[in-house]
């Protein structure tokens, strides 16, 4: 996790009294299945205690106001008054492509005019669009773009992101956006968990080899990724047009000889048999569009989060989005994330996306809430630090100006998030 640099002097005890709602989404730390994603652990009128960047208690007010570190550290301690607002855990967004340069207008016209996502590809678009722009651009150009999303993240509740590359395909350009990651992450207060996205598409110098391509990421990338400790994660888009499932298991199996933890993104448009990837124990398998029923069992057995990104069947217009329904009653631990993306997913929203879950994929909005906070961490491994509100953790936390919980995804494409409190500290909301 890519922590930022800054020191500023707010004090670091910290209380949070008079919330209305306190959604503290504690339990242990595993990825909540089937109905215990419904359970948000609701504190009404409620208060937290932080110091030094962790949570130290949280829980009814009456109590809270009576702990002995309250009246230990009264004369040190600085107030947020919450008003009767609902807090919860800052989101964390698990799945993200920040390292891009331009938007895609004219893919987005000619999707209106109703070429599909494999056309556009076909015909230049898509992803190999991006790739262009990437490699002309300098690192700070890039991280500067990176961080203009995190910031954007940031003002709508979210404190943890995940990063990939993926748009400089080349190892020099994929290393460069990874630095890019690093760097704007230094200048932003929240975590970034970075991921080497090399095996997005094959670039076009490749096409006519591109097992050679697989080589280089393998052989060349993925240990020099390592050494440099510039990503945790090795990602593959295993689908039609990109990469096989062959060329995803010699990833995987090269991302494991170097110490770096897999992921994948699966079955958004055609099904890929997920059981030999299970082996690799990925902490996430994304998208999730069509999964083959033999293996919604084997997920609901695995530790494997499914990252479902309603933000893409949206954007691409779908009439079909992920079945969360069936994932969540097999007992499949699902998270949330935007999948912030120049091509299928422009939004830093996550409310936005809970937004989604609830009308398209039928999600309760207590299920969308856990799924885009403790089990989203799940996904990350980083559930011993994020995604919920419990002592020890970070005191990451998102302070949403309404009174029930649920309006944050009723309000749709509407930002009430007021505050944000990130490692214990008051974020300043109005830059940019
Ligand atoms: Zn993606």
Excluded at 101 to 120: C, M, Q, S, T
Aim: proline fraction near 6%.
């Amino acid at each position: 996790m890519i922590r930022n640099r800054h020191r500023d002097r707010q004090s670091p005890y910290l209380l949070l009294p008079n919330i209305g709602q306190l959604l503290t989404l504690r339990g242990d730390s595993t990825p909540r299945r089937g109905s215990a994603l419904n359970e948000v652990n609701l504190i009404q009128d409620a208060a937290v205690l932080c110091s030094g960047g962790k949570i130290i208690a949280a829980g009814p007010q009456r109590e809270m106001l009576r702990h002995p570190w309250v009246k230990k550290n009264r004369r040190k301690l600085a107030e947020i008054d919450c008003r009767g607002r609902v807090v919860l855990p800052a989101f964390v967004d698990c799945h993200t492509h920040p390292v891009f340069v331009n938007p895609r207008l004219v893919d987005f016209e000619k999707r209106i005019n109703g070429a599909h996502y494999e056309e556009i590809a076909a015909a230049g678009g898509g992803i190999r669009s991006s790739i262009g722009p990437v490699r002309e651009s300098s690192r700070k150009a890039l991280s500067g773009k990176v961080q203009v999303a995190l910031e954007a993240m940031l003002r709508q509740g979210t404190a943890t992101v995940e990063a990939k590359s993926g748009y400089g395909l080349s190892a020099k350009d994929e290393i460069k956006s990874l630095e890019a990651i690093r760097d704007a992450a230094q200048h932003w207060p929240g975590a970034v968990s970075p991921t080497l996205l090399a095996a997005h598409v094959v670039p076009p110098e490749f096409t006519e080899k591109p097992q050679a391509y697989v080589e280089l990421i393998c052989e060349e990338l993925i240990p020099a990724v390592a050494r440099r400790k510039l990503a945790h994660y090795v990602d593959v888009f295993c689908e039609r047009g990109a990469f096989t499932l062959e060329q995803t298991h010699e990833i995987f199996a090269a991302a494991h000889r170097n110490g770096l933890d897999t992921r994948a993104h699966v079955c958004q448009f055609t099904p890929t048999l997920l059981k030999e990837l299970l082996a690799y124990k990925p902490a996430s398998l994304d998208h999730m569009d069509c999964v083959h029923q033999d293996d919604v069992a084997l997920l609901g057995q695995s530790r494997t989060v499914a990252v479902l990104l309603p933000g893409a069947s949206y954007f691409l217009g779908h009439k079909e989005y992920p079945d969360a329904r069936r994932l969540i009653d097999s007992g499949v631990p699902i998270a949330l994330a935007t999948d912030y993306n120049p091509g299928t997913s422009p939004t830093p929203s996550m409310p936005f996306i809970m937004s989604l879950a609830c009308t398209h994929m039928k999600l309760t909005p207590a299920e969308a809430i856990a799924a885009g906070t403790i089990n989203a961490a799940c996904a990350l491994r980083l559930q011993d630090r994020k995604g919920s509100i419990e002592p020890g953790k970070d005191a990451d936390m998102a302070v949403f100006d309404v009174h029930d919980y649920r309006e944050i995804a009723y309000w749709f494409a509407w930002n009430r998030c007021a505050e944000m409190i990130v490692a214990g500290k008051r974020q300043n909301l109005d830059g940019n």
